[in-house]
């Protein structure tokens, strides 16, 4: 499990910055096609882990991230036989060059939102975070709430779990099937057990006058000169990305033939591109240069 | 004056035909302090949350009758002015907590009730230094005790300064001394400050003694209401008593002490027989051997250490020691959860870590304390063969034959999770049991339960054990292991500071006495209620 110390720069931000922070960086890596763009993104987003001395803990998540991107790289090569390069053939079973650069591609994408999950997780306090989102969004954070606790307590319980199913002759043994079953039976314990526990909780905010009139808030946080930084820079990211999306500008083909990573970068990109590495760089300097008290 | 009125009342969970409650009246005085008893299903959690309004705001259902708080229909009364005259507390701390840092949390229901920032500093102040939560108060809710963090929930609570205050079952998930703590810090709302309580418990040994009041609920109903001077009028008709008061109801004694101090005054001038019957048990073979046994998580922090111990076919061993005395860590290495271990650990002959995992789900098998993170199939026959078919050892016949024998057979196509708490916990015991290990082991199975399912788990190990089966109890509650252990081990710090017969270990103990022992301390040795039942019987005959 990540968790939340005080102890770093980024968490002095306003923890609503380090939210739209963080959606900046989701939105981006959802709407990005360019395989290239999306990895010098993800540069910048470990680039400012590194900065703010957390880029290790950001890492021991990318570990557990390969891992089903592997698995999703394997099926998408087994299912997907658009493209026309094929690379590989038995039979009647071939796997084209555009599926695996399609992917690698998905694969690349769902490590880089893992990834910045992760970082979320190192700099956004939770308990500000429902402070922020339920005075934002009212009842609707409870669900935000809920999810998050469902989280925590997927994690705590699966060790519990685990051991229980051994002492009961689930080894965890065998082939890949086999093994699959085996945490299969665990993810299904763990989802029952944790909504069972989330009615529990939901039930004990309610009795506890949750939803029932304006909330206020034991410790309000204030905006400074170095959030409206940051927030002005993820407004231009997230304005050049919808502006590309609108215009269609981030159309990238796999198949039948793949297009150039290098010759589809387009002007929008390489703002967008400035954009994040200029929070890197702020970052830093705020940390390194004269400005760091 | 009248804090709670209710009239007439009647509900049904949503599509059920069986009512929850019905037909209750009843009427709760400002600074009552009311224990609401009776058997698991009877509708005790179902009040609490119809004075509070969870049902049916929370719930649905269809409800019939009136709730009155301070003479006003509830329905009438806006939500925040509800949640502000009646705060609720549950059974698991772990479960309620919604922020990580503690003064966040004690601050979630004034947030709530949009009490502004200088109000709420106060009243954390306040409710820290009242239940003296000041040393932890930064420290991550996910640092602290059991204890502490319900203690933690209540002050949320009281925070909110609820003129009423509804608990259920707080303390069920909590260990001895934190249900103590517990206990008196609701007993000082209620003495000292003047709240009126609401109590659904299980422990009764103290509670029974701290309240005004005592509902008694059957099937949905309250059968009797009963002042605390008029216990000894209505004993024939209360079956769930303090067990101090139990043993001298059984006794036949017509007036029976709420503790432990008025029963040494009853039987204070009487003579009490010296010699009793011996009812010691002996055995001879061995069936684990632990030698040596030493662990440490990380280095020279030992969990474990010189642990060396038998355990013999047919014995009933009960391991008892606080929280952190390396209890769980030694049970989990029998089971085989831990290996890497120095020391010798034979079973049947064998080196524990030589065993294969079918010789191993055979040889022993455990009873964790949360049923529930067992129950994962569809059906309870699927969750009690899950164990068979994964050591591929299924027989349809012997599956019936034990779903009979745990009542569980005309419910083995529902849903495990849609079953009662009693029927989870003997559905837990039966997927335990069903690959018959020769050694059982059972974490806190006392954890939470009322004292007559505590005897149907009792009667039940002894009945495992007569098969020649070895039985492992952890727990802190003595009376049990005076009950129904042959031998007891005490561990403290990772060591063992005493190990043998249950009597000789309990009889003297100056915590873990069992509430027998001390009633009859320095008269006769004894450690079992039933032989204490017998002693008193012999008394009352002089």
């Known amino acids: ?293 | 004056m009248e804090m709670i009125k209710i009239k007439d009342l009647t509900y049904y969970y949503p599509e059920t035909s069986r009512p929850a409650l019905e037909n209750i009246n009843l009427t709760i005085n400002e600074g009552d302090f009311v224990l609401i008893v009776g058997p698991s299903g009877c509708g005790k959690s179902t009040i609490l949350r119809a004075i509070n309004g969870l049902i049916p705001n929370f719930y649905g259902g269809k409800i019939k009758g009136e709730v009155l708080v301070k003479n006003k229909n509830i329905k009438d009364i806006s939500k925040k002015e509800l949640f502000k005259t009646v705060g609720f507390i549950f059974q698991d701390p772990e479960k309620q907590s919604v922020y990580n840092t503690i003064e966040r949390e004690i601050a979630f229901g004034m947030e709530n009730l949009n009490m502004d920032i200088t109000r709420m500093k106060k009243n954390i102040a306040e409710v820290s230094n009242l239940f003296n939560l000041d040393f932890i108060k930064e420290k991550s809710i996910n640092n602290i005790s059991g204890g502490e963090r319900q203690k933690v929930e209540i002050a949320s609570v009281v925070a909110m300064d609820p003129e009423v205050i509804l608990l259920d079952e707080p303390t069920s998930q909590l260990d001895p001394i934190s249900a103590d703590e517990i206990l008196n810090a609701i007993n000082k709302l209620n003495k000292d400050m003047g709240k009126t309580i609401i109590l659904v418990e299980q422990r009764l040994d103290k509670s029974f003694d701290m309240a005004d009041k005592i509902l008694i609920m059957q099937n949905g109903r309250i059968t009797n209401e009963i002042g605390k001077d008029e216990i000894n009028i209505y004993i024939d008709k209360i079956n769930f008593l303090p067990k101090v008061s139990i043993i001298f109801k059984e006794a036949g004694f017509k007036a029976v002490p709420l503790n432990i101090k008025e029963a040494k005054k009853i039987i204070a001038n009487k003579n009490v027989p010296n010699k009793r019957d011996s009812n010691i048990k002996s055995f001879k073979d061995e069936i684990l051997k632990v030698e040596d046994l030493y662990f440490e998580y990380s280095p020279n922090r030992p969990i474990l250490k010189n642990i060396n111990f038998n355990l013999h076919k047919g014995e009933v061993l009960g391991i008892m020691g606080h929280n952190g005395a390396g209890k769980t860590t030694l049970s989990k290495i029998l089971v085989g959860l831990i290996k890497k271990f120095k020391g010798k650990i034979i079973l049947n002959g064998k080196e524990i870590e030589r065993l294969n995992d079918v010789e191993r789900v055979k040889s022993i098998g455990y009873l964790a304390q949360n049923p529930t993170l067992y129950f994962g199939r569809d059906t309870v026959f699927d969750e009690v063969s899950y164990s068979l078919r994964n050591i591929g050892d299924f027989d349809r016949e012997k599956l019936i034959e034990l779903l009979k024998k745990f009542d569980l057979y005309g419910i083995m196509d529902k849903n495990p999770r849609d079953l009662s708490g009693g029927q989870k916990q003997r559905l837990a015991i039966a997927c335990t049991v069903v690959t018959k290990p020769d050694i059982l082991i059972l974490d806190e199975p006392t954890r939470g339960i009322d004292i007559y399912h505590k005897i149907e788990i009792g009667n039940f190990i002894k009945e495992y054990a007569s098969l020649g089966k070895s039985v492992i109890i952890i727990t802190h509650d003595s009376d049990f292991v005076g009950d129904f252990c042959d031998s007891t081990m005490i561990m403290h710090q990772g060591e063992i500071v005493a190990h043998g017969k249950t009597l000789d270990i309990l009889y003297d103990a100056i915590y873990y006495s069992p509430q027998i022992s001390r009633i009859f301390k320095d008269k006769i040795k004894v450690v079992n209620s039933k032989e204490g039942i017998e002693i008193l019987k012999r008394i009352t005959n002089y």
Request: proline share 1%; charged share 15%; net charge positive.
């Open chain 1, 1 to 293: 499990m990540l968790n939340f110390s005080r102890d770093k720069f980024i968490q002095r931000f306003n923890t609503l910055t380090n939210i739209i922070l963080i959606l900046t960086y989701i939105i981006a890596f959802l709407m990005i096609n360019n395989i290239l763009i999306l990895a010098i993104i993800l540069i910048s987003l470990i680039l400012l882990a590194k900065v703010n001395k957390i880029h290790k803990e950001v890492f021991a998540f990318f570990r557990f991230s390969v891992f089903i991107a592997l698995i999703i790289i394997i099926f998408n090569l087994l299912i997907n036989k658009n493209g026309e390069t094929q690379i590989f053939i038995i039979g009647d079973f071939y796997i084209t060059l555009e599926s695996f650069y399609y992917s690698l591609f998905m694969a690349s994408r769902l490590i880089a939102i893992m990834m910045t999950f992760a970082f979320g997780n190192l700099i956004i306090n939770p308990d500000d975070a429902f402070s922020i989102i339920s005075k934002i969004f009212g009842k609707s954070s409870l669900v935000m709430s809920l999810v998050y606790r469902l989280s925590f307590s997927l994690i705590k319980q699966i060790n519990n779990i685990k051991e229980i199913e051994f002492i009961r002759g689930n080894t965890f043994k065998g082939n890949l099937y086999k093994r699959i079953k085996s945490y299969g039976e665990v993810v299904n314990i763990l989802f029952l057990s944790s909504l069972e526990d989330s009615i529990e909780l939901a039930e004990a905010m309610y009795s506890r006058g949750y939803g029932s009139t304006k909330r206020s808030s034991f410790k309000n946080q204030n905006f400074n000169f170095r959030d409206y930084v940051i927030i002005l820079m993820c407004t231009i990211s997230i304005a050049f990305l919808i502006g590309q999306l609108i215009l269609g500008l981030n159309s990238f083909k796999f198949f039948p033939k793949i297009d150039s990573p290098l010759k589809k970068i387009t002007v929008y990109e390489i703002i967008i591109l400035f954009v994040f590495y200029s929070i890197v760089f702020v970052n830093w300097w705020w940390i390194n240069g004269n400005d760091k008290n």
